[in-house]
């Protein structure tokens, strides 16, 4: 079967990789879509280090081929929306409703792939770029068959990770001011998160003057191209300030751009070793700076949940595909996606 296989030094489409049956608690997904996110291109520059060989992926939809032993919530020819947190469900963490914190779904990489007789790793506990994959039953997600997969594949990281920072872990109000630094995949769905919430203001900033449409239509109410120009629309600062880069100097940025009782949340991804600073003494007027794992999200919740605001017209997911490419395509997706010249690249199966 195909996959986009990385070794620890180029990524590339391979045909030859097998991947096991289900076993009790797991489904076996054939997937249809998969969103290229900047996680994955990170993983090929280092930014983000995980063992190889690996399939790379983690932002996928498609349809439940088999279901192992245990698994009642689908059935074969079920669609869903697949999530990266495989979270065990009886931890202290899981029990209190916060799931991204299941110290079982960090950093324990299994190996359901093999190729030429060797085991290969899954990433993110998903691997969506390939045809098939097992993953936990708690990381399949049903979802009604009229939505397009390719749109659907956004929900499993995109839209958790941007909606998700906006509705779970900031919690913006009616009438927040909003400042998004990054309209890249995870900060359109930052965008439109703020608009759901009901923020007065929501002002996008990205270097790039071209998406100004795009990010006003998912909600944007001022766009500018650099963060410098931020006080002149907003003279006491922003209630809420969402990074959306992973640039340490943008991170200082959010938190100087933050009013009385602000907050600053990161949600782009530097080097593992990438320090920030800020000045202390800007602080203590009840300002915060909050870390934002996977936009604290319920899947098994918040995708059926963002699955009916998309069927209700308040929630995006088409306009998020910019562009889609069969698998074989990678090289050319990954290009893009590295240069800005798409919000989201969907490779399809």
Do not use: W
């Amino acid at each position: 079967m195909r996959g986009v296989l990385f070794d620890g030094e180029r990524a590339e489409v391979v045909d030859d990789l097998e991947v096991r049956d289900p076993g009790p608690g797991e489904v076996l997904v054939a997937v249809a879509a998969a969103g290229l996110c900047h996680s994955d291109l990170s993983v090929v520059d280092g930014t983000i280090p995980f063992p190889v060989p690996v399939v790379l992926g983690h932002e996928g939809a498609g349809v439940v081929e088999a279901v192992g032993v245990g698994v009642t919530h689908v059935v074969p020819g079920d669609h869903v929306v697949l999530s990266t947190l495989a979270n065990c469900g009886t931890c202290a963490e899981c029990d209190r409703g916060r799931p991204t914190m299941c110290r079982r779904a960090i950093g324990r990489p299994e190996r359901p792939f093999r190729r030429g007789g060797r085991p290969v790793f899954q990433f993110a506990a998903n691997s969506a770029f390939a045809e098939r994959t097992v993953v936990k039953a708690v990381q399949a997600v049903p979802v009604p068959k009229d939505i397009p997969l390719p749109g659907a594949a956004l929900i499993g990281c995109g839209v958790l990770t941007g909606v998700g920072a906006v509705l779970n872990r900031a919690r913006v109000d009616r009438g927040d001011r909003v400042v998004v630094i990054g309209t890249g995949g995870v900060g359109l769905n930052v965008v439109q998160g703020a608009r759901i919430a009901g923020a007065l203001r929501i002002v996008a900033v990205d270097a790039h003057p071209a998406k100004e449409e795009t990010a006003r239509r998912f909600g944007a109410t001022d766009f500018l191209t650099s963060v410098d120009g931020v006080r002149e629309l907003l003279p006491d600062g922003a209630d809420h300030v969402f990074e959306c880069v992973g640039r340490v100097e943008l991170i200082r940025a959010a938190v100087d751009l933050l009013d009385r009782h602000g907050q600053a949340v990161l949600l782009g991804v530097p080097p593992a070793t990438a320090e920030a600073s800020f000045l202390v003494s800007s602080m203590y007027l009840d300002k915060a700076i909050l870390g934002c794992r996977y936009g604290s999200s319920r899947p098994q919740r918040d995708i059926a949940l963002y699955a009916e605001l998309y069927r209700a017209g308040r929630l995006l997911l088409d306009e998020l595909v910019t562009r889609t490419y069969p698998v074989e395509d990678f090289a050319r997706a990954a290009a893009d996606a590295a240069a800005g010249k798409v919000a989201r690249g969907v490779l399809t199966f």
